[in-house]
């Protein structure tokens, strides 16, 4: 009997869900015991051989046991044949019998071998009541007055069973209604058709069965080692199956690396052939640079492309890189593992398992080769995996041994494929060189430029990727040519470059070559017959001015990048932050990181409530820390250091996994809410964002239309081309967008059309003095009004007494949050307050 272990998910939190499917477990209860009334007096059919209920129990929960895993792609199909006592229990056993074996045996397999929920549990009992009494009755009803050698009672066993089959679908289709809405006819025909191919295969061999015990009751034994060995022997064949299919599959991996002459293409194969051999969620390649101790990362994006990234390694990573490409270990690190160091790389790399394995090349061991996740819940990885990704890692290392390969690797480590021009890590060497002439006072200093491209997502989308990699080389060309030979052009990676002018610390000529940088890009670039304009965004920094080291040196010519951004000039030299030298943001800097990576980080929620009902629908997630020393830090204090910092990608990748793992926990409660989470300007530039929300929305089992992620009109407005494609990339997703402190922003009423958001945020500014029945009222009512003409829901922020609250109301706002209904609270406090809130209700109902 096979099944779906992805559809046995249907039981969910939702109170009035779970009210509806103990109903239909009653329905089906009271049904069962209908159909099965006229058989309680019932004798076994043929008495040359009875089985008591303790045998068909054991019968029922060895079938159900001992099942074959079959995995496809992100499910895992489960085959069972328990049609086969369902067959011999109909000829040998009395109804009553038959149906109290299936019942404890299958009880036993719910609660020990599977862990089901209560409610899980019930609605299965009750379901295969329903099915033994079905098949009962079709099976006396034909095979009346006929034995176990009449075609007749074969035809009943035929009969009986596929109907009960046929009932469990049918009821399935019903329950996964209940949860997700509309009875979808047709896959459930199909599902009764295609589903279970084997069932028609059991029933002829439990026939077969009972034609041998009615003829020699003493063949039991040899029946029973019989069908033990055809079990036990079809796993063994699945599992020969599935590793022929992986030797198929490392074949045509060795053929293909091999004979590939790209680098790209040769880590494309790899790490694509390493997550489907091993069913994995991700898989990339760590290569370690001997001199300098930075690690760069290879990984295989959704999209089949290759996206790479150079830094220090992390503590948590250090240590996994240590055993693989130190010591030249395989590691193997299970789920739910308690070693203190596995954990902790887990949690650094947001996982749940993985495995790794040395890379080696013809001078040592290159890298790593890591894979996370293994698809599904029914299997985890296994030292089998680790022997299969061991053989990857081999056809890898011989394809990269290859000696015009590895030249290949040398230069292509340090130069961009696209443009020929260096790349971030060319620059990072470069870049150290000058800084450490600066500070042994052999240069007078360094300037460094980032620039990036405006309106280029707008071309790769109407002319598509193909010109816009020409678009990307044309401005290489330009820019080397601007520079001279003085400068040195790298590109970072997308539509971003960096320009580094060594031994110089005049600002003025620093500016004047990034004027000319810009001037080279006011020139049309003819692409596909059409004259396109380019522009571009430009920030500088300079050494020892602005910084001496040169992630700091970097970093500030970033941000000065997108300060032009955000203004008309095209160009901005780095400014100061005022508090920038100050101590505690200095020690906020190192805290902070420590935090992130240790945990350390809370989220808080505050509910928010339907105005018309007072029913609380949702949460915002509120990111909240506590430190050891400095007590609470305000979030407009740490928030600001970690998008300063370059900690904001990590910062809201942890309130993101903490968010949706309560959300989670929450449903598993009973309670189904939805969560908020804030995005930073620096989020929607961010080209992980999408892969990095969906990869957690499939960890937690969310559904994507339970996260709202906020974003704020001036972060889009940062980059309204970059922001709104992303947008309508997470909408596509399925979750729910919503523009934050909606009214404040400088053109909310032109870009609110285009972007495809569900709901807006009135900020608290004006909510906040409502009551007191000033202009703000007015302002209230027009977005109010706006939103609803829109199609949009009106959250209003910061309601914090009951005239407020009324006035909202009356206006016609859907949502409110603010103190009047709860203050922010820690994840676990939220169910019991929401208890609380529910016992005092009627109260609550005159807000």
């Not at 006929?146 to 074969?154: C, E, L, Q």
């Not at 100050?582 to 990576?597: D, F, G, I, K, Q």
């Not at 903490?658 to 530039?685: E, I, K, P």
């Not at 285009?754 to 807006?760: D, G, K, M, R």
């Amino acid at each position: 009997m096979p099944r779906s272990a992805a559809r046995r998910s249907w039981l969910g939190p939702d109170l009035g869900k779970t009210v509806l499917v103990l109903v239909m477990t009653a329905a089906l209860l009271t049904t069962a015991g209908l159909a099965g009334l006229p058989f309680l007096g019932a004798h076994p059919l043929d008495t040359a051989l009875t089985l008591p209920w303790w045998v068909v129990a054991l019968g029922f929960a060895a079938t159900e046991a001992c099942v074959i895993h079959l995995q496809t792609q992100r499910e895992c199909q489960t085959v069972s044949v328990s049609e086969l006592p369902l067959v011999l229990g109909l000829f040998f056993a009395s109804p009553v019998q038959l149906l109290i074996g299936r019942l404890v045996g299958s009880l036993v397999v719910f609660l020990v071998h599977r862990r089901s929920s209560a409610l899980k549990v019930s609605w299965n009992l009750a379901l295969l009541s329903l099915q033994t009494a079905v098949a009962v009755g079709l099976f006396r009803a034909l095979a009346a007055d006929h034995g176990a050698s009449s075609p007749m009672a074969w035809l009943g066993a035929y009969a009986g069973v596929l109907a009960a089959n046929g009932v469990g679908h049918i009821a399935l289709a019903l329950v996964i209604a209940i949860y997700e809405g509309g009875l979808k006819v047709r896959p459930m025909i199909t599902s009764m058709v295609t589903d279970e191919p084997a069932a028609p295969v059991v029933v002829t061999l439990g026939v077969l069965a009972v034609i041998c015990l009615a003829a020699a009751p003493q063949s039991a034994w040899l029946l029973l080692l019989s069908g033990a060995g055809l079990l036990f022997g079809y796993r063994a064949y699945a599992s020969l199956a599935d590793r022929h299919l992986g030797t198929e599959r490392l074949y045509r991996f060795a053929q293909a690396v091999t004979s590939s002459p790209e680098v790209d293409e040769v880590l494309r194969t790899v790490l694509r052939e390493a997550k489907e051999l091993l069913h994995a969620e991700r898989a990339e390649v760590a290569f370690v640079a001997a001199d300098a101790g930075d690690v760069a990362h290879v990984r295989l994006g959704a999209t089949g492309r290759l996206g790479r990234s150079s830094e220090a390694p992390q503590p948590a990573e250090r240590w996994l890189l240590s055993r693989v490409v130190g010591e030249g270990e395989t590691v193997l690190v299970t789920r739910g593992t308690r070693d203190v160091d596995e954990r902790g790389w887990l949690d650094s790399q947001v996982a749940r398992e993985a495995v790794a394995v040395p890379l080696r090349g013809g001078a040592g061991i290159l890298g790593a080769l890591i894979v996370t996740d293994r698809l599904g819940e029914v299997r985890t990885y296994t030292d089998d995996d680790v022997r299969l990704l061991e053989t990857v890692a081999h056809h890898a290392s011989v394809a990269l041994q290859n000696g015009a390969l590895t030249d290949q690797l040398r230069h292509e480590a340090q130069h961009d494929a696209l443009t020929g021009l260096p790349n971030r890590a060319a620059l990072q060497r470069q870049l150290s060189a000058a800084l450490e002439e600066v500070t042994d006072g052999r240069s007078r200093g360094a300037a460094v430029m980032i620039l990036d491209l405006d309106r280029f997502k707008d071309v790769n989308d109407t002319l598509g990727h193909q010109q816009g990699d020409l678009l990307l080389v044309e401005v290489g060309t330009r820019l080397r040519t601007a520079v001279g030979p003085g400068g040195f052009v790298a590109r970072l990676g997308g539509d971003e470059f960096a320009i580094l002018l060594s031994g110089t610390d005049d600002e003025d000529r620093a500016v004047r070559v990034g004027r000319r940088l810009l001037r080279s890009l006011e020139q049309p670039v003819s692409l596909d017959g059409l004259e396109v304009e380019i522009g571009g965004s430009l920030g500088l920094a300079l050494a020892p001015v602005h910084a001496t080291d040169p992630a700091a040196l970097l970093k500030r010519a970033d941000m000065a990048m997108y300060d032009a951004k955000a203004s008309t000039g095209g160009l901005r030299v780095y400014e100061p932050d005022p508090d920038s030298d100050n101590p505690r943001r200095l020690l906020l800097v190192s805290e902070l990181r420590t935090a992130l990576h240790q945990d350390l980080i809370e989220v808080h929620v505050q509910p928010q409530a339907r105005l018309a009902t007072g029913e609380v629908v949702s949460v915002e997630a509120l990111v909240r820390w506590n430190h050891p020393e400095l007590g609470s830090v305000p979030p407009d204090e740490f928030i600001p250091v970690a998008e300063r910092s370059g900690l904001i990608g990590l910062l809201t990748t942890r309130v993101l996994d903490q968010s949706l793992a309560a959300v989670a926990d929450w449903r598993r409660q009973g309670v189904d809410l939805s969560v908020a989470v804030n995005l930073s300007t620096r989020s929607l530039h961010d080209a992980d964002l999408l892969d990095e929300v969906s990869r957690l929305l499939r960890r937690h089992g969310v559904p994507a239309s339970r996260l709202t992620l906020e974003v704020t009109e001036s972060s889009v407005m940062a980059d309204p081309a970059r922001a709104i494609a992303l947008l309508h990339q997470l909408r596509a997703l399925g979750v729910r967008l919503s523009v934050d402190d909606f009214g404040t922003g400088y053109s909310s009423l032109s870009y609110l059309k285009s972007l495809p958001v569900n709901e807006v945020k009135i900020d608290r500014s004006f909510v906040t003095d409502l009551s007191a029945q000033g202009e703000d009222v007015a302002i209230v009512r027009a977005i109010v009004d706006l939103g609803r003409h829109l199609g949009l829901e009106v959250v209003a922020e910061g309601a914090e007494d009951q005239p407020t609250w009324d006035l909202l109301a009356s206006m016609g706002c859907d949502l409110v949050q603010g103190w009047h209904l709860a203050r922010a609270m820690p994840v676990a406090d939220l169910v019991p307050w929401l208890r609380a809130r529910s016992a005092r209700r009627p109260a609550l109902r005159a807000l």
